[in-house]
T-cell receptor, first 116, second 117 residues
Framework: GESVGLHLPTLSVQEGDNSIINCAYSNSASDYFIWYKQESGKGPQFIIDIRSNMDKRQGQRVTVLLNKTVKHLSLQIAATQPGDSAVYFCAEGPHNYGGATNKLIFGTGTLLAVQP | DTGVSQDPRHKITKRGQNVTFRCDPISEHNRLYWYRQTLGQGPEFLTYFQNEAQLEKSRLLSDRFSAERPKGSFSTLEIQRTEQGDSAMYLC???????????????FGEGSRLTVL
């Protein structure tokens, strides 16, 4: 079936460097994408989202890029900090009326390890 | 704490026993979701409610699983005749729909970890 997956299961970066986490999706009908951060023993935490009518969206220290041509999504974290160490998941969600998603399909996840 | 709360956080049970998990969503949220997560994997969608109506169920939700949200507030997820393959983290999430400005952001709880021996 259709699925969302990640290119790299583990990413190790030095504190202060920029991090890029990649995600590939296979459902060309997907029109909404979200990045979540999950720390050990905790539930996923929303980071940033993007709709399919956009190709870039910026938040605080994070940027999400969407390339619909190759069905690729990336999360860029600027000046990575030790507190950014976690598993990062991309997720796709179809939008229905009212602009709300009714469910999310998650990828496998990438472990980001920040070295001090 | 006004976030999504789940209870119990940890449950150890023997195969064949029944277990029930409870989720209290953020109070004004009208949608409630259940997900299952195994180690190293992303959460898998199980089911979701809009108010008290269960609108979608995944094929993962076998007939041993039942979820309810009787008054449109808290929800329960019951697993009957547990099997070792049911061992996982069961995550609950909630969101607000229909009042404009909804981004699809799901707020997750900390999860209920089930271990079936």
């Amino acid at each position: 079936g259709e699925s969302v997956g990640l290119h790299l299961p583990t990413l190790s970066v030095q504190e202060g460097d920029n991090s890029i986490i990649n995600c590939a999706y296979s459902n060309s009908a997907s029109d909404y994408f979200i990045w979540y951060k999950q720390e050990s023993g905790k539930g996923p935490q929303f980071i940033i989202d993007i709709r399919s009518n956009m190709d870039k969206r910026q938040g605080q220290r994070v940027t999400v890029l969407l390339n619909k041509t190759v069905k690729h999504l990336s999360l860029q974290i600027a000046a990575t900090q030790p507190g950014d160490s976690a598993v990062y998941f991309c997720a796709e969600g179809p939008h229905n009326y009212g602009g709300a998603t009714n469910k999310l399909i998650f990828g496998t996840g990438t472990l980001l390890a920040v070295q001090p | 704490d006004t976030g999504v709360s789940q209870d119990p956080r940890h449950k150890i049970t023997k195969r064949g026993q029944n277990v029930t998990f409870r989720c209290d969503p953020i109070s004004e949220h009208n949608r409630l979701y259940w997900y299952r997560q195994t180690l190293g994997q992303g959460p898998e969608f199980l089911t979701y409610f809009q108010n008290e109506a269960q609108l979608e169920k995944s094929r993962l939700l076998s007939d041993r699983f039942s979820a309810e949200r009787p008054k449109g507030s808290f929800s329960t997820l019951e697993i009957q005749r547990t099997e070792q393959g049911d061992s996982a983290m069961y995550l609950c999430a909630s969101s607000l729909v229909g009042t404009g400005g909804n981004t699809g952001e799901l707020f997750f709880g900390e999860g209920s970890r089930l271990t079936v021996l």
